[in-house]
């Protein structure tokens, strides 16, 4: 699990989901993206990097596939999972 990366180092991680060999889970909190709801989890499909958007497959049906912002991500990834610990959520990377 990636965690307490900086904006710049995200954005490397993010980028590099487009590596055939590379896969990613983000671990996010929905309210600062939809503005309500807890804790989420679903893959990173890709980033498109002149746009600077990341390619969030979601699992939940009733969102879909959606674009953001890599910097609404990070902000979505890195809030407060475990408030008994302040863990915050991250990003998980699977390699082949």
């Avoid at 996010?28 to 893959?43: A, N, Y």
């Avoid at 910097?71 to 915050?88: K, N, P, Q, V």
């Amino acid at each position: 699990m990636l965690r307490d990366l900086d904006l710049a180092s995200f954005r490397r991680e993010i980028a590099r989901s487009n590596d055939p060999a590379l896969r990613y889970v983000a671990n996010f909190s929905r309210g600062p993206l939809f503005g309500r709801g807890g804790g989420h989890h679903s893959p990173v499909g890709g980033f498109l990097e002149r746009e600077d958007l990341a390619f969030v497959l979601d699992v939940n049906s009733r969102f879909g596939p959606w674009l953001v912002s890599t910097e609404r991500l990070f902000a979505a990834i890195y809030t407060i999972a475990d408030r008994s610990t302040g863990t915050t959520r991250g990003l998980a990377r699977f390699e082949r």
